[in-house]
């Protein structure tokens, strides 16, 4: 029986190269989703000039409990398991508070709209990079610099778009100039013709 065991799991191909990428991005897809959802937060922010708290408290949990269920199954035991549970609670309240005090009237007549949603990403990028610091996970560690190197490229990208707009403009308008007289350019062709007659 051994023997046969042994022929099967000799004979066992490795999975396809498109099974193993399908999987890894599978496994990548919880990080992916929570940096897309961050990014479009301060982009409706900044379009709308309001803040979106509850939105930023959602994203905030939704961190959190993905922080746990990544790191549910290398957990062994009951203690171990609670007290993942609760240090993750205890970390993901205290971004929520923080979130909250950011919020107060107070404080928001010191910062404009868009600036806030640039704040709440910046608390959430530091919360999920030290979730991923006292987990042990590259992942999410790398989802909370993801979300922090996204804060200074939003904010040039804001106050560059001016440029990007007016080269656009520029390409645009060199490209309808060349192609304006490659059309009426004469064909060598009908030179010739007009040559002969």
């Given at each position: 029986?051994?023997?046969?065991?042994?022929?099967?799991?000799?004979?066992?191909?490795?999975?396809?190269?498109?099974?193993?990428?399908?999987?890894?991005?599978?496994?990548?897809?919880?990080?992916?989703?929570?940096?897309?959802l961050a990014v479009a937060g301060v982009a409706y922010t900044n379009v709308s000039h309001?803040?979106?708290v509850g939105y930023w408290e959602f994203l905030a949990l939704a961190i959190g409990v993905v922080c746990v269920v990544t790191?549910?199954?290398?957990?062994?035991?009951?203690?171990?398991?609670l007290r993942l549970i609760w240090t993750q609670a205890l970390h993901w309240i205290a971004v929520l508070v923080t979130m909250n005090i950011m919020l107060m009237s107070g404080v928001q007549?010191?910062?404009?709209?868009p600036a806030t949603g640039l704040v709440l990403l910046t608390?959430?990028?530091?919360?999920?990079?030290?979730?991923?610091?006292?987990?042990?996970?590259?992942?999410?560690?790398?989802?909370?610099?993801?979300?922090?190197v996204t804060v200074p490229a939003i904010s040039w990208?804001?106050?560059?778009?001016?440029?990007?707009?007016?080269?656009?403009v520029l390409?645009?308008?060199?490209?309808?100039?060349?192609w304006l007289r490659q059309d009426r350019r004469p064909t060598s062709a009908s030179m010739n013709n007009q040559m002969e007659a």
């Open positions: 029986m051994s023997e046969t065991h042994l022929e099967r799991n000799g004979s066992a191909e490795p999975p396809p190269p498109q099974f193993r990428m399908a999987q890894f991005l599978w496994q990548q897809l919880p990080y992916v989703v929570a940096l897309v309001q803040p979106l790191k549910w199954p290398e957990t062994q035991g009951k203690d171990v398991q007549q010191l910062l404009p709209t608390l959430l990028a530091l919360g999920t990079f030290l979730a991923g610091v006292s987990l042990l996970s590259l992942q999410i560690s790398f989802l909370g610099l993801a979300m922090g990208l804001k106050q560059s778009v001016f440029f990007f707009l007016l080269g656009a390409l645009i308008g060199l490209g309808i100039t060349f």
